[in-house]
């Protein structure tokens, strides 16, 4: 009576089992454990301590330059910030949806500011002039050297001027060089224009695609305190136009 009772309850419990695994239940059970599982990953990968925020908090300090204190009074520096968001999110992998998204949350933050359309070669050397103005009456200079050379360029035409408060003879002279021409990368100063029309006066007009300040190129670490060095991050992150109204001889110290 015991044994076939056993027998009983164990066919009972087999019975169940088979049951319980042929229905539908256990993937209902997994199932849940399972999103339980990943909503815990994802709390964790995306909270403010996780890895993902690291990275991105790594990444956003990437977008920025070094001093940024310095530079947050130029004229549209927010369109320098949500372009390098947009370029090291793009360059991350980030498209479709999360970088449409990503990009409205920017556009709907940050404001514009109103930057000059065209800017002219002279302000910009006129203002380099006025900074150096002390320093060159002390040493006798009276001119500042400023170079305007052709480029290569074959779908368009590309100018670069390179310009340096020591005139060409005191570099020259201060250096030893006698026979050798100074090299490009002896400028402290560069602009690199492409150049893209005229303007009603006839002067040619273009977009400065690269520029060094100071020896360091401008979108890597850079110092923004003059006016001169404003003008020129305008024509470069605000997309001023440059208008070349001004010979390279054509610049003096008073």
């Not at 090299?183 to 690199?192: F, G, H, I, K, T």
Request: hydrophobic letters at 45%; glycine letters at 6%.
């Amino acid at each position: 009576m015991n044994a076939a009772r056993k027998m009983t309850l164990e066919a009972i419990l087999v019975n169940q089992v088979q049951a319980f695994s042929e229905s539908d239940r256990p993937a209902e059970i997994i199932g849940a454990h399972v999103e339980k599982l990943f909503t815990e990953v994802c709390r964790e990968a995306f909270s403010a301590h996780g890895a993902f925020a690291a990275n991105l908090k790594e990444e956003l300090a990437k977008a920025l330059p070094a001093n940024l204190s310095k530079v947050a009074d130029l004229p549209r520096y927010n369109d320098l910030i949500a372009t390098a968001l947009r370029d090291r999110w793009a360059e991350a992998g980030a498209t479709g949806d999360l970088l449409r998204r990503a990009e409205a949350a920017i556009n709907d933050i940050l404001n514009t500011d109103f930057i000059p359309e065209v800017i002219s070669l002279r302000s910009v050397l006129e203002a380099f002039v006025e900074v150096h103005q002390a320093k060159a009456a002390d040493r006798g200079w009276h001119l500042p050297h400023v170079s305007i050379r052709e480029g290569d360029g074959v779908k368009a035409r590309y100018l670069h001027v390179f310009f340096d408060a020591e005139p060409e003879s005191a570099f020259r002279e201060r250096n030893a060089l006698r026979e050798r021409p100074r090299s490009d990368m002896e400028y402290a100063n560069r602009l690199v224009i492409r150049v893209t029309g005229q303007s009603d006066r006839g002067l040619e007009v273009g977009e400065v695609i690269s520029a060094l300040i100071e020896g360091e190129p401008i979108g890597r670490n850079f110092s923004i305190k003059s006016k001169w060095q404003k003008l020129v991050a305008c024509l470069y992150f605000g997309a001023s136009k440059l208008i070349l109204d001004c010979p390279e001889d054509d610049v003096t110290y008073d």
